[in-house]
């Protein structure tokens, strides 16, 4: 027969020892930095203003930094703590506007801002995480100016018929008034012979 507490013990050693990891796991994971980023590729026609969107999660403060690769190379856009004033780079002062969440708004967009669009949260030395978004701009599409066209060609074969019923109305008309007036004349005249007739 064995003792109560040697079956309580065995089954109480691995549970503390499962406590112990799921504690030691949410302690390493709430002292990281998440980054959730809901697009990771958008496609802009020129002159349009992009939000790069971005969220993330950690318990200090931390440094942003986003980065522009494409083929002329890697270039700095801006790099900021949340609540401080943004250090934005030479080449997108008064085209970047930055958010809390980490966030930037691109303004009025050209084909070269096509690439990848990298950002870096940083909370302390070796916590930090990274994400990209990819940016595709072109120019207007074939396919749009041909929509238009195509309304236009509409638009005017509209306004073709409409002017053609017109003047069939108009010509109708005028037809109608000239059978109207000459039947006036007729029993106007009509009438001076029966008037003559009679005296």
Known sequence: MRPQWCGRRTHGIP????????????????QGVSLHIPRSAINATV?????????????GVPTIEWKYTSNWGVQKIVEWKPGTPANVSQSHRDRVCTFDNGSIQLFSVGVRDSGYYVITVTEHPGSRQFGTIVLHVSEIRYEDLHFVAVL?????????????????????????????????????????????VEC
């Open 152 to 196: 236009f060609a509409l638009l005017a074969a509209v306004a073709a018929v409409l002017i053609s019923l017109m003047w069939v109305c108009n010509r109708c008309a005028y037809k109608f008034q000239r059978k109207r007036r000459h039947k006036l004349q007729e029993s106007t005249t009509e009438e001076l012979e029966m008037k003559d």
């Open 15 to 30: 549970l503390g020892l499962l406590a112990l990891w799921v504690a030691a796991a949410r302690c390493l994971q709430s």
């Open 47 to 59: 002159q349009e203003d992009i939000l790069l969107s971005v969220d993330y999660a950690c318990h």
